[in-house]
T-cell receptor, first 116, second 114 residues
Framework: DVKVTQSSRYLVKRTGEKVFLECVQD?????MFWYRQDPGLGLRLIYF???????EKGDIPEGYSVSREKKERFSLILESASTNQTSMYLC???????????????FGPGTRLTVL | EDQVTQSPEALRLQEGESSSLNCSYT??????LFWYRQDPGKGPEFLFT???AGEEKEKERLKATLTKKESFLHITAPKPEDSATYLC???????????????FGKGTSLLVTP
């Protein structure tokens, strides 16, 4: 079974703090994704990565950056946290690769971030 | 612009009362449509992939179907443990790396009462 883990289930930070959210997958997947999920807005893609050191912006990248130095690990960084970044953050991975264009994503348990 | 719309937003059923959830989509080209189940406070759990009109997939009390414009998730004789939010997502047909990204609907919140 695919396993996607996230570093924290709950996190409370202060406005202006730098925040790191870590995600690790154990199935050698090429693709990794970061979403945020808010009531009434659904899942929105922040960034994704299709290879080590490669990234692409999603629908709402403003205020966020990402890092993928190793294939299994994808980090989401909030450079200066703000209250409007309070949300549920979900990491996902998918097999990827040129021969796997039909590509279901597998999700981690989520990190509930509160910015005060 | 690609769009995924799920209806109803919320559905309450009695145990054993079968029903269907709808996912309608507009996309320039469909590579695949996915159904997920999400329990409160948890990440979505993958259920099904459909990729061509007429295709059907089944798992226990759930059956997913696909047409050229929409997908249905049929729930037969539901039990309280089927209570969850069900999410639909589409993968557009694209040769760029952005083709791996999924567009999610906002979900249908299902409550099954004993």
């Amino acid at each position: 079974d695919v396993k996607v883990t996230q570093s924290s289930r709950y996190l409370v930070k202060r406005t202006g703090e730098k925040v790191f959210l870590e995600c690790v997958q154990d199935m050698d997947h090429e693709n990794m994704f970061w979403y945020r999920q808010d009531p009434g807005l659904g899942l929105r893609l922040i960034y994704f990565s299709y290879d080590v050191k490669m990234k692409e912006k999603g629908d709402i990248p403003e205020g966020y950056s990402v890092s993928r130095e190793k294939k299994e690990r994808f980090s989401l960084i909030l450079e200066s946290a703000s209250t409007n970044q309070t949300s549920m953050y979900l990491c996902a991975s998918s097999l990827g690769g040129a021969s796997n264009r039909l590509d279901e994503q597998f999700f981690g348990p989520g990190t509930r971030l509160t910015v005060l | 612009e690609d769009q995924v719309t799920q209806s109803p937003e919320a559905l309450r059923l009695q145990e054993g009362e079968s029903s269907s959830l709808n996912c309608s989509y507009t996309v320039s080209g469909l590579r695949g449509l996915f159904w997920y189940r999400q329990d409160p406070g948890k990440g979505p759990e993958f259920l099904f992939t459909l990729y061509s009109a007429g295709e059907e997939k089944e798992k226990e009390r759930l059956k997913a179907t696909l047409t050229k414009k929409e997908s249905f998730l049929h729930i037969t004789a539901p039990k309280p443990e089927d209570s969850a939010t069900y999410l639909c997502a589409v993968q557009p047909n694209s040769n760029s790396n952005s083709g791996y990204a999924l567009n999610f609907g906002k979900g249908t919140s299902l409550l099954v009462t004993p």
